[in-house]
Every structure is written in structure tokens, then in C-alpha cells.
């Protein structure tokens, strides 16, 4: 199996875009059903053996808890319960009004009393049009979508091999059904005043110092995938500090700065993974250094035992 293999945004948009709003139909069904967590650690994807799941959820006093799983080996959504009941359905050749209408059936197949509390897109251009109306997005390239799933597994690995570098807080390494990205972050543990204006869920996913590391599969903004990095609050000068390997960068997004990495760059090195891997250690070490970020947090290997590590 390649390591990072190419993936161009133009090779599967429609597919993406078909995804995507898959994937935040099951979201926000993900937000209706689960316990709410510090800086939305409940909302996001975590990976599996096969796609990505919403985890368990559902309290127990009220009936069977229940998880709903994307299956990218097979290409199904499937719904089980606690108890072992299940019930699936093929993602190819829907729609994104059928594929909600046949996940709420799902859902109510099982006897799971859940909805959606705004089914509508999140961000995205059609965000005015509810999921059950959308029969335009229907694209879906099991092929394109088998690529994406095993970039997002490689990349997985590779995020959590650069979370183990950090004994402080940090978030699971997890897949946002919002941006369509999957990210780390570490957290100072400081709190941070928020913006006037800001809204909810800024203010929840900013309400400390933070340092993010992830990467994304193109869009508009960025027309190719690529890994990132950013300090929020942006410490003054941040741009002024190197990142390697030369052809990072550090681009302006939203008022403040990333630090970018386009894929291309990685998977053609002559050795991807430490090249990826290097990127986010010199973006972390220049919002760190300049946001006074203390040193004793960070732990080489994941090693915290002091004799080890002597």
C-alpha cells in the first residue's frame, strides 16, 4: 500500500461534496444524541478498522444506546444498537435527500428517537437548503472514496504519533464532519477572552489557548489537500518564525495565519512521513515559543517516566 498516495480535489469534487454532506447529516445526528464535551470533543468522528464512527451514544435509561458507522470497505452506513441489532444500507447512488431520509428510517427501524435539530449543511454554499431537499449532491466514486479513507487512516497515524510528543492536554485525534478535516490540538490550559461577536461554538472550541495540527482534502479556499497548523490566540510575529521544510508556509485564513504544507509536497519527499512529521513540530514550536508555552509539557516518544527518560 503507497504511503500517502495522490488524491487531486479535482479527481473526486463531486464525490467529496456528496460525502461531506453525508457525513454532517450523521454529524449533527452525532450532536443530537451525545453528551455534551469541553471544546465539542463529542461532535467529531473518530476512526475504525473499516471508516469512521459516531461512538456509542445514547443514554442507557432511556433505551438501547446505538452508534452509526460509515463502512468504507463496504461502502454501507450501518446503525447498531447495544444489543446487537442492526441495519444497513449501500452509500453508492443516493442522493443527499434520499441518504437522510434512509438514515432517519434507519434510525426508526431500530426504535432510536433522534433528529437532527437543524437539518441543514453547516458552512457550505447550500447551507439555506435542508439535507431532505438536496437531490442535486448524488456523486459517489467508491474508488475515490476506498483513496480518501486510506489517506485519512495514514494521516490518523501520523497525527498520533506527533499527539504522543505532548503530555499536556489534548484533544483525540479526530475527523471534523464540519470542515471535512481530521485534526489534533494541545492545549496551554490558559483561558482566553472571547472575541466580541463570537458565536457559540467558538466560543466553546476557543475558550483556551490552543495549537491545532491537522489536515484537509481541499476546498475552495485551498484548491488541494494539504497539512496545517495554527496558534489561536496567534501570537504577535508568528509569521516571522522558520518552518521546515522550505516549502511550508505560513498563508493568511480569516484574520489570522496557518501554517501549510501541501500534500504533494509530502507524499513526492524522499521520505514522507518524517517530512510531515517535522512540518508540525517547527509550526507547534514557533506558536509555543512565542506564546511562552511551557517546556515541561512536551515528552519525546510519549515518555512521561523520568527514569526512562533520564
Not at 140 to 169: C, H, M, N, T
Not at 187 to 215: K, M
Request: charged share 20%; with cysteine; net charge negative.
Amino acid at each position: 500500500m503507497e504511503l500517502f498516495p495522490p488524491l487531486p480535489l479535482e479527481s473526486w469534487r463531486d464525490t467529496k461534496e456528496t460525502l461531506h454532506r453525508f457525513l454532517q447529516v450523521v454529524g449533527k445526528i452525532r450532536l443530537a444524541g451525545s453528551f455534551r464535551r469541553n471544546h465539542w470533543w463529542n461532535v467529531p468522528f473518530h476512526l475504525t478498522g473499516q471508516g469512521i464512527t459516531t461512538r456509542p451514544m445514547g443514554p442507557l435509561a432511556d433505551g438501547d444506546a446505538f452508534c452509526v458507522d460509515f463502512d468504507f470497505v463496504g461502502h454501507r452506513l450501518v446503525v447498531r444498537t447495544l444489543t446487537g441489532r442492526e441495519t444497513s444500507f449501500p452509500l453508492a447512488g443516493r442522493s443527499v435527500a434520499a441518504f437522510y431520509r434512509d438514515t432517519l428510517a434507519a434510525l426508526v427501524a431500530l426504535g432510536i428517537e433522534v433528529e437532527p435539530q437543524h437539518p441543514y449543511p453547516f458552512d457550505l454554499p447550500d447551507a439555506d437548503r435542508p439535507f431532505a431537499e438536496d437531490h442535486e449532491h448524488r456523486a459517489y466514486d467508491p474508488a475515490a472514496v476506498s483513496r480518501y479513507w486510506q489517506i485519512l487512516s495514514q494521516v490518523a497515524l501520523l497525527l498520533e504519533e506527533y499527539a504522543a510528543g505532548f503530555s499536556g492536554k489534548t484533544s483525540p485525534v479526530h475527523h471534523f464532519w464540519h470542515t471535512f478535516d481530521i485534526a489534533v490540538t494541545r492545549f496551554s490550559d490558559r483561558e482566553v477572552e472571547p472575541s466580541p461577536g463570537a458565536d457559540p461554538v467558538t466560543r466553546e472550541a476557543y475558550s483556551r489557548e490552543v495549537i491545532s495540527a491537522g489536515f484537509w482534502f481541499g476546498d475552495d479556499t485551498v484548491p488541494a489537500p494539504a497539512f496545517y497548523s495554527y496558534t489561536a490566540p496567534e501570537p504577535a510575529d508568528l509569521t516571522t518564525r522558520p518552518l521546515r521544510p522550505d516549502a511550508a508556509q505560513w498563508s493568511p485564513a480569516r484574520g489570522s495565519h496557518l501554517a501549510t504544507l501541501m500534500y504533494d509536497d509530502v507524499r513526492t519527499a524522499a521520505d514522507p512521513w518524517t517530512t510531515a512529521l517535522t512540518f508540525l513540530n517547527t509550526a507547534y514550536r514557533a506558536g509555543a515559543d512565542l506564546a511562552g508555552w511551557e517546556p515541561r509539557r512536551e515528552c519525546p516518544g510519549g515518555v512521561t517516566d523520568q527514569l526512562l527518560r533520564a
